[in-house]
Each structure stands twice: as structure tokens, then as C-alpha cells.
């Protein structure tokens, strides 16, 4: 098995490419420190075995591994290479169980609002995100005030609040009049 890998605009964070699935039937799997695992991920408890290993995020077809100040990628990462590989061979399953995103209740006035957002992040936010190594999530929707939480490679990179501000909400502006602003909320 051949693993690629990437460089993130973070750069504390490396992108892993097995070259198939990771996350089936989901989209993303976050995981902020090994406590956070609880048993949730096989992986992600085998990764977080290394030293210096501060945050897991499962995507779509990549692993993005963001390291802590003390780590070195030129030792990381052959580790990671390694524990990946591993695990794939096995079969295992990548995630033991669902974890429901914490999202706001939203008022019924505003659910057609909310549709419109959550389809522009799906269509034109996500895809790009994930290119980084990360992923974005809506969380709610209040008074013109769009809340997302940015995860992964996004979450740590110093540019993520100026891609929120500039980006992001430029865009959602633009295509639903009724958005007044974003507003970065922490997992």
C-alpha cells in the first residue's frame, strides 16, 4: 500500500492520502486530543500513540495529522506512515461510532435560510477546505449570524479567522442577503 502525502497551508499539519475511502457513509471525523477518541477510532487511538501527536482529523479520502511544537515531521512521519499502513491492511474500521454534531436549534422562519447556507458550504466551501486537510461545520444560525467551526488542518492555521471573514462570509453575503456576518465557534 502507497501512502501520499501533503503539505497543509498549516504548517504544523501533514495530509495523508491512502489512496481510498476513509470515512463511509460520514464526513468527518474530528479529534482534538487522544481523550476525545473515548474508543470512538481504532486509528486515531493508534496514531495518537506517538509523541508529539496533538490533533486527528478523519476526512473524506485523507488523515490530517497535526503535530505539537515539540514534534519533528522527519520522525513523525515515517511513524504515521507506518501505523497507517498497518491499519489498513487490517480492515478494521476506521470509526466505532456515530457522533452527532452539536448544532443549534434553528427557528422555522429561518430553516429555508439555513438550507441555502448549508448547501453553499457543501458545494462551494467544503471542497476547498478539504484540499487543505481540514472541513467546516455549521453549527447555527441566529439574527444574521452564521456560527461554523473550522476542524483540522483549518482549525490550528493561522489564516482560518481571515478565510472565515474574507471568504466565507463575503460569499454567504452574497448569495443570502439575510446573512449579516460569521462567526468562528471552538468543537
Known amino acids: 500500500m502507497f501512502i501520499e502525502t501533503e503539505d497543509t497551508p498549516n504548517p504544523a499539519t501533514l495530509k495523508f492520502l491512502p489512496g481510498r475511502e476513509i470515512m463511509p ?3 468527518t471525523a474530528d479529534f482534538i486530543s487522544p481523550d476525545s477518541v473515548a474508543g470512538r477510532s481504532k486509528l486515531a487511538d493508534a496514531v495518537f500513540s506517538q509523541p508529539g501527536v496533538a490533533r486527528i482529523f478523519l476526512g473524506g479520502d485523507f488523515v490530517a495529522v497535526t503535530k505539537d511544537d515539540t514534534a519533528d515531521w522527519a520522525v513523525l512521519k515515517p511513524q504515521i506512515l507506518s501505523i497507517l499502513v498497518d ?3 487490517s480492515g478494521l ?3 466505532e461510532a456515530d457522533a452527532a454534531v ?3 436549534a434553528i427557528a422555522p422562519e429561518d430553516e429555508e435560510i439555513v438550507r441555502q447556507i448549508k448547501e453553499l458550504l457543501d458545494t462551494r466551501v467544503r471542497p476547498a477546505v478539504a484540499g487543505d486537510g481540514g472541513d467546516i461545520v455549521f453549527r447555527g444560525y441566529r439574527d ?3 456560527r ?3 476542524q483540522g488542518a483549518c482549525s490550528g492555521c493561522p489564516s482560518s479567522r481571515a478565510t472565515l471573514k474574507h ?3 463575503n460569499m454567504l453575503r452574497h448569495y443570502v442577503p439575510e446573512v ?3 462567526e468562528q465557534v471552538d468543537a
Do not use: K, N, Q
Open 144 to 146: 444574521g449570524i452564521v
Open 25 to 27: 457513509g460520514r464526513t
Open 180 to 182: 449579516v456576518s460569521v
Open 148 to 150: 461554523l467551526t473550522m
Open 87 to 89: 491499519f489498513f491492511v
Open 167 to 169: 471568504g466565507v462570509e
Open 102 to 104: 452539536d448544532e443549534e
Open 93 to 95: 474500521p476506521v470509526v
